[in-house]
Every structure is written in structure tokens, then in C-alpha cells.
């Protein structure tokens, strides 16, 4: 395990920065308020290079690995939330999905303009019946010649409305996870369209819609992988999503804890500092300790991932302890404003909402749990073998 970072890590971590406070931070409270799609910014971060982080040189992108694109990620997050969970679903479940099991023709339609930001991606695996255990999907599709027919209904689909491509799941089989296909949908076929969009807690600046499918016609040369593969093209897409919500939480954390002490140096009662208070400072050390524990866990998972191993375990340990390391901090940030945490011209006021999805979406905490005491209790059941 190592946390050194390269050079070219800590570049790329640098420019991150330099863009999210320059380009994203002075937007990002009205792009919320407005509830506006941060699409400008997101072609910005096309060209600089950072909707193909993980994307090889042959298809346009950087192929700078895990650890630079959590870096990254963290930037973002930091300056504005809704545009980290855009990105985190592009580059971590997208474009790594497609990379890996796209085919050729596959990959230079959809992987190349998604490298340059041109495209983004969008991954529909939840629907109203079936959240947490994504095998109760109801969502099928029917082979009938060449073609694939699609029909139902996918909830909460984070960029519905302004992806380029979307992956969706589907059932080709009544029943079973092998009865699970995954399929490149774009916007304007037949038979597809995007049903309600949510007004949301948080992280409103990005867009979360139903997609409503009725006989949706979709050549088989759309099909991502091999039929019945979309079980296993899901579940690993997720390690690598969970990455990126764990490298979001923490950038929502880092500003959160960095707004507290800008606020907390500039504040008096009592005649004094309030980061004079000792029950203040002690605060901010376990709003630091936290935050560094997190990234630890955030910077091995990624670490495990670039050097091609399984990171389930600690992808979902990453992810959840971050997610409820971020409710920790950015709650005492607004203990530590006061009163004017609560009030929306204070960043911490949005820190807190956009916290809040992070324990939910991609799994729950609870589903983590399930999945991290999987992969631990796994080797005994093997040994019981
Ligand atoms: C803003 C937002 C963006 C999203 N983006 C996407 C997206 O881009 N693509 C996508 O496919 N989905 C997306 N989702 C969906 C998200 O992943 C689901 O909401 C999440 O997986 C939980 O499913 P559910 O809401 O149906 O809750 P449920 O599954 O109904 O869970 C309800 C409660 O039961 C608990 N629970 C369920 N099963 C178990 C169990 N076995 N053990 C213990 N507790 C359990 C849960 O933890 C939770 O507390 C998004 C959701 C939101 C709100």
C-alpha cells in the first residue's frame, strides 16, 4: 500500500483544483438554486482531458489510472457536487464499461466522444420495484429477429436527460442474473424517452430522471458484452463507481472542513476567535482525523484498482466510510457556522444536502455492508468447502 503520489499525480490533482475553484466554485450555488445542468463546464473538463481519465491513448483518452482520476474527482466535488457524480458516472461506470467489454465499432462510436467530454454517459440499472436488489428488475428485452424489443421503466437515472449514451439493463431471461443483458441506448429511438425528473435534496445541479421504454427497438450490434453478461458488466462497473463516490464524498468533506476554518478564524463571541474554543478545535481535529482516515481508504481502493486486482472489499469500504465520514463533517460545519450554517448564502448549507445521496446511491451503506461481510466471510466459506 502505498499513498506517495507522483508527479504527474499531484499535477494532475493541481489542475483539477485550479479549474474547480476558477470555473466551477463561483457557479455552483446558483447552477443548484436553478436546479441548471452544468454543461459548459462539463465540455471544459472534456478538453482539459478529465471525461477520459481512465480511458486508453487509442481511444482518445489519458489512461492516467485510478489514483489520478480520484484526485481529480475529489477537486471537483469540492467546488460543486452535482458536476463530481456526473463525471464519477461517465468515467468510473461508462467508460470503463465500454473500454472493457465494448466491441470494436462499439468503441469508436460511443468510447471516443465520450473521452472527450463530447458524449457523457449515463448507467440505468435501478427501477421503481428493484433498487437494492437489481435481480427483481422488470425491465425486458426480447430478441425478435436482429433486433432486441425493450420495455419498462428505470428510476432515478443520474444525466437521463443530457447523456449521449446510456447503458441500460435488461432482462433477456425471465429470471437468474445471467438473465441479464446490457444495452447502448441513445436519445431519439423510437420507442424511448425520459419520463420525470426529480427535484432533489441535493446535488441538484445534475439531472435525475425516470426513462420510460415502450417497444423499443434495439439493434443487437447495441448490445454491450454478451447476452446475459449485464449482471457482471453492472457489479464491476460499480467497484470502480464506488470509487468515485467515496473520491466525491471526501471533496465535499475537504471544502466543507475548509469553509469551517475560514469561518471559524473570522467569527467572535465572547471577545475571542471561535477557533479559540477548545470544544471548536476539537471540532476541526475530528473533522481532520476523519477526513484523512477516509482518504487513506479512498487512495488504497484506488490504489488496488490501477494495479488491476479485485477492489470490491475496499471499493465499498472506501465508499461507505467516506459517504458517512462526509455527513459527520459537513454536520459540524454547520454546528461550527451557527446559525448562518443553516442559511443558504454559507457553501456548508449545500455541502450538507449534497452529502446526503452519497450513502444512498450506488448501493446503499447498508447494501455495502452486505457486500463488504461477503467478501470477508467468502475465504471461510470456501475453507468450510
Ligand atoms: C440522486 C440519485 C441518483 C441516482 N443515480 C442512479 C443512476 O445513475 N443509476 C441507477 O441505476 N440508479 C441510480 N440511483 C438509484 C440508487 O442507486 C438507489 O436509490 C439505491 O440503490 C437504493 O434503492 P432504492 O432507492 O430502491 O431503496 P431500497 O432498495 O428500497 O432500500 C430501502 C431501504 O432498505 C434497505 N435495504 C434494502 N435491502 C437491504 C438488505 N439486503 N439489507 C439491509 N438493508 C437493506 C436500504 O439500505 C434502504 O435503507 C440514484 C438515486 C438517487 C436518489
Redesign the pocket.
Known amino acids: 500500500m502505498s499513498f506517495l503520489l507522483t508527479k504527474e499525480q499531484l499535477m494532475i490533482q493541481k489542475m483539477a483544483r485550479e479549474f474547480a475553484r476558477k470555473d466551477l466554485a463561483p457557479k455552483a450555488a446558483e447552477r443548484d438554486l436553478n436546479h441548471e445542468f452544468p454543461g459548459d463546464s462539463l465540455a471544459k473538463m472534456g478538453e482539459l482531458g478529465f471525461m477520459g481519465m481512465l480511458v486508453s491513448e487509442e481511444y482518445g483518452g489519458d489512461n492516467l489510472g485510478t489514483i489520478a482520476y480520484s484526485l481529480a474527482l475529489t477537486e471537483i466535488a469540492a467546488a460543486c457536487a452535482s458536476t463530481a457524480?456526473v463525471m464519477s458516472?461517465h468515467n468510473s461506470i461508462c467508460c470503463g464499461s465500454i473500454e472493457k467489454y465494448g466491441s470494436d465499432q462499439q468503441k469508436e462510436e460511443f468510447l471516443k466522444p465520450m473521452a472527450t467530454g463530447e458524449i457523457i454517459g449515463?448507467?440505468?440499472?435501478?427501477e421503481p420495484e428493484?433498487?437494492?436488489?437489481p435481480q427483481a428488475m422488470a425491465c425486458t428485452a426480447e430478441k425478435d429477429g436482429d433486433d432486441y424489443i425493450i420495455n419498462g421503466t428505470?428510476?432515478?437515472?443520474?444525466?437521463g436527460k443530457n447523456s449521449g449514451v446510456t447503458i441500460l439493463l435488461a432482462r433477456t431471461e425471465p429470471t437468474g442474473s445471467k438473465g441479464i443483458s446490457a444495452f447502448l441506448i441513445t436519445h431519439g429511438m423510437d420507442g424511448f424517452e425520459v419520463g420525470r425528473v426529480?427535484d432533489?435534496m441535493g446535488?441538484c445541479a445534475s439531472d435525475?430522471t425516470d426513462l420510460l421504454f415502450n417497444n423499443c427497438r434495439v439493434p443487437s450490434s447495441r448490445m454491450l458484452g454478451k447476452e446475459g453478461e449485464g449482471f457482471t458488466i453492472a457489479m464491476s462497473g460499480l467497484d470502480a463507481g464506488r470509487i468515485g463516490i467515496a473520491s466525491l464524498s471526501l471533496g465535499i468533506a475537504n471544502a466543507a472542513m475548509e469553509e469551517s476554518i475560514k469561518y471559524g478564524k473570522q467569527r467572535e463571541q465572547f471577545g475571542q476567535k471561535i477557533t479559540d474554543f477548545q470544544g471548536l478545535r476539537w471540532m476541526i481535529a475530528d473533522m481532520a482525523m476523519d477526513i484523512e482516515a477516509a482518504r487513506l481508504m479512498v487512495l488504497n481502493a484506488a490504489d488496488i484498482k490501477e494495479r488491476g486486482e479485485n477492489c470490491t472489499q475496499a471499493a465499498s469500504m472506501a465508499k461507505c466510510f467516506a459517504s458517512e465520514m462526509a455527513q459527520r463533517v459537513t454536520g459540524t460545519a454547520i454546528q461550527l457556522h451557527g446559525g448562518y450554517g443553516y442559511i443558504k448564502e454559507y457553501p456548508v448549507e449545500r455541502f450538507y444536502r449534497d452529502a446526503r445521496?452519497t450513502t444512498?446511491?450506488?448501493?446503499?451503506?447498508?447494501?455495502q455492508r452486505?457486500v463488504i461481510s461477503n467478501e470477508i466471510l467468502k475465504d471461510k466459506k470456501k475453507k468450510k468447502k
Open positions: 457524480v458516472v449515463a448507467f440505468a440499472l435501478t428493484a433498487g437494492s436488489d428505470k428510476r432515478f437515472i443520474t444525466t426529480e432533489k446535488q435525475t445521496i444512498i446511491y450506488e448501493g446503499t451503506n447498508q447494501i452486505v
